[in-house]
């Protein structure tokens, strides 16, 4: 009898571990369905993020390209500008040095014909001076030479060069009373001032 209970004993026993067995199978495939939606959810996360990244980093690059190209356009603008411009200065002073050579020339010139002709022979000498010089005037003239007014003129220092003072109370002060040797510009720059003599 006491063999029996042991024996019916030991089949409950059996039978209680075997159905744990049973329900610990059951609770672990329970564990992994649940973890393996977890992991592909995970997985998907990771590669819609990955996809941003390299979207936002290729924007960036973009934009970097862009910048570098507006910056190179502004520049080439700028270059072209700037040839131009040169350009334009040469051609309005490419005489300047031959047209500084030849101020003496017209202030001979000046002098010569300032000669009062005391005789045909040279009243006819001056004559063909006068036609010489406004000839040479006019070449100067086309290169854009011009003379600075000066005597009755206030006294401008951009203009002017002063050598001289004298007081005329006919005269304002600071009018140019007497021009000692003339100036002139070349397209608005100035060549060589007018040396003046100016009221005090």
């Not at 009898?1 to 059951?26: C, G, H, P, R, Y």
């Not at 495939?29 to 290729?58: H, I, M």
């Not at 002098?111 to 009243?123: F, G, P, T």
């Amino acid at each position: 009898m006491s063999n029996e209970k042991e024996t019916i004993k030991q089949q409950d026993l059996e039978q209680d571990a075997a159905q744990q067995e049973k329900q610990d199978a059951v609770d672990q495939t329970a564990e992994t369905v649940d973890a393996e939606p977890a992991t592909a959810e995970s997985a998907d996360q990771a590669q819609a993020d990955e996809p941003v990244d390299e979207k936002a980093e290729l924007q960036a690059q973009l934009e970097e390209e862009q910048n570098k190209y507006l910056r190179l356009l502004a520049d080439y603008d700028n270059f072209k500008r700037r040839a131009k411009k040169d350009q334009e200065l040469a051609k309005q002073f490419r005489s300047q040095s031959l047209l500084t050579d030849l101020l003496p020339v017209l202030d001979n010139f000046d002098r010569a014909l300032a000669v009062e002709a005391k005789s045909e022979e040279s009243a006819s000498l001056l004559k063909g001076l006068e036609m010489v010089k406004k000839s040479l005037a006019d070449a100067v003239t086309s290169e854009g030479l011009e003379e600075i007014k000066a005597v009755g003129e206030p006294f401008d220092p951009h203009f002017h060069q002063a050598v001289m003072q004298e007081s005329d109370a006919d005269s304002e002060p600071g009018t140019v009373l007497q021009e000692l040797q003339k100036g002139y510009t070349l397209n608005g720059r100035v060549l060589r001032p007018a040396m003046v003599k100016v009221n005090e």
